[in-house]
């Protein structure tokens, strides 16, 4: 479960994450810039500023929420790196389930066995289950 999370979840929620800012941060701009027209047909104090003040303080605002923005994605993109199983090559006369069970011990996930070894799903799963190297209870409660 923990690999499906590292592998589909996680890459999946960041790209939604970055979808979701980018919306935003093009919604913000287009309210910023109908806020910028309303401000110039406001009475006297806020009607002071010129439409260049106005137009460089939106820009300003702009440039730090998309810094803010583009820091918070890289953040997001670093804290869990992915981390892939080594390709494992077949030996000469070795038989497919032997090759199946030495990917497994190696660290291959469900989609590597059903990529590399022609397995469905299930078979993928079980052969994973009773060969794939144990996680002791520390690395189990981190994970």
């Not at 440039?63 to 953040?75: C, G, I, S, Y």
Request: proline letters at 6%; charged letters at 20%.
């Amino acid at each position: 479960m923990s690999n499906f999370i590292l592998q589909y979840l996680l890459p999946l929620a960041s790209v939604v994450l970055l979808i979701a800012c980018l919306i935003n941060s093009i919604r913000l701009r287009f309210e910023l810039n109908a806020y910028a027209e309303n401000v110039l047909t406001l009475p006297a104090p806020v009607a002071a500023y010129d439409d260049t003040d106005l137009r460089r303080m939106v820009d300003r605002r702009m440039t730090m929420f998309e810094a803010r923005l583009t820091k918070l994605v890289t953040e997001q993109q670093n804290a869990l790196p992915l981390v892939a199983a080594a390709p494992v090559p077949p030996l000469k006369n070795e038989l497919p389930v032997e090759y199946a069970v030495r990917m497994a011990r190696s660290g291959a996930t469900v989609d590597d066995l059903v990529r590399g070894c022609g397995l469905n799903i299930g078979e993928a799963q079980l052969l994973l289950r009773m060969h794939a190297v144990k996680r002791t209870s520390e690395e189990s409660a981190r994970h």
